[in-house]
Each structure stands twice: as structure tokens, then as C-alpha cells.
């Protein structure tokens, strides 16, 4: 095993850099994506992945643990985002030309990687990119102005899945893929760390 360097273990105090990069191919032969553009300025994400597990029993005791892990949903709360965003995240309509959103029937919502960074206690950051999901738009609201105001946060929800391709990972195996992750701490991530938001970082990248 790898010298661990203590800097690994400290907590996260910051979030920044949301950026998103459209899937465009993710089939048995390959996985491809745009490259990646600046998504909004973020106050909080949440990651909730439902597991569950089961024992099996043989001979008068438990004799083994089989578990399976869903989807993972983020809830991401940013400052604002502008129409024409919402539009093209959401597979709606926007036109250009007057300016106006139209949340018709539109059509699908468009698979898409997600990347962002923690800032750490020891003011490093840890990397983290999902390779394939979808947005969709969480509730809004709305409050009257008061004495004091009070800034109300957009709410995005984005459905993190593995993909269809099998990437090539280390010890020789073939795996589907839901998120990837660096650390700054970790001499060898150094190449990754720098390029992280200039290309999706499949398990196939070493450096941007």
C-alpha cells in the first residue's frame, strides 16, 4: 500500500467550480463527451446513493452478504441560472430571439458529466466527476422582500447513473463507471488535479 499523506484525511470546508459536459456517446463500443463549460455559482450539493443489502443463511447461521447500490441524486443549490441553461439542461425550448423559456413537452433531458471540487481544512481540494445523468428541475420558490432579505437559492437535481461502456481500470478489469475522484494530496493525482475541468476524466485519462 501506497505512504498515505495526512493531508488525505482532512475535512472538506468549501464547494466550487460546478462545471457539466454533454454526454454524446455512451454505448457497448465507446464513451465520449463535450467538452466541459462552467455550470453556476454553487452554494451546497447533496449525494444520496440508497444501497441494500441482504444475508443469506446456511447452516443454522449467516453464511453471506450480497449488497447492490442504485442511482446516486444530487441536490445542487446555486445562486441562479439563466434560462437558456435551464433550457438546454433540461432537453426544453428557449428562444433565442425574444428571450423566452418554454417548458413544453420539449425533449429528452440530455445525459450529461458532472465536475466540481472541495476545498479541504489544509487548503487543498479533492476532484470529483460523475461520467453520465440527468437534470432535472427541483421545486422552486419564491418569497416576498422584507426588512432583511433573505436570498433564495435555485435548486437542481442531478440523477447520477454508471455507464453502459465497460472502461479498462486498474488490475485488468472491465467496469461500468458512476463517478471518479483525485486528491491534491496524492503526488501521483497532480496531472489530473490541474486539467480536471479541461476534459471528462475517464478511468482511461492520466493527465489533461
Do not use: C
Request: charge should be negative; proline fraction near 5%; hydrophobic fraction near 30%.
Amino acid at each position: 500500500m501506497a505512504d498515505i499523506n495526512p493531508g488525505e484525511y482532512k475535512s472538506s470546508i468549501g464547494l466550487d467550480k460546478v462545471h457539466i459536459a454533454e454526454v454524446t456517446k455512451d454505448d457497448a463500443s465507446g464513451y465520449n463527451s463535450g467538452e466541459p463549460e462552467y455550470f453556476a455559482p454553487v452554494a451546497k450539493a447533496s449525494a444520496k446513493t440508497p444501497t441494500a443489502s441482504k444475508t443469506q443463511y446456511a447452516d443454522d447461521g449467516a453464511y453471506d452478504t450480497v449488497s447492490s447500490e442504485s442511482e446516486t441524486t444530487l441536490e445542487i443549490e446555486v445562486t441562479g441560472l439563466p434560462l437558456s441553461l435551464i433550457a438546454k439542461t433540461l432537453g426544453k425550448t428557449y428562444n433565442a430571439t425574444n428571450g423566452m423559456y418554454i417548458h413544453g413537452s420539449g425533449t429528452a433531458a440530455p445525459d450529461y458529466a458532472l465536475s466540481f471540487r472541495s476545498k479541504k481544512s489544509n487548503g487543498k481540494y479533492r476532484y470529483i466527476q460523475y461520467l453520465k445523468g440527468k437534470f432535472s428541475m427541483s421545486d422552486e420558490e419564491f418569497k416576498t422582500l422584507e426588512e432583511s432579505p433573505e436570498p433564495i437559492t435555485a435548486k437542481m437535481t442531478y440523477t447520477a447513473i454508471q455507464t453502459i461502456y465497460e472502461f479498462s481500470t486498474a488490475g485488468g478489469k472491465k467496469e461500468r463507471v458512476k463517478y471518479t475522484k483525485v486528491d491534491e494530496d496524492v503526488a501521483a493525482s497532480a496531472a489530473l488535479a490541474a486539467g480536471w475541468f479541461t476534459q471528462v476524466n475517464v478511468p482511461a485519462t492520466v493527465g489533461p
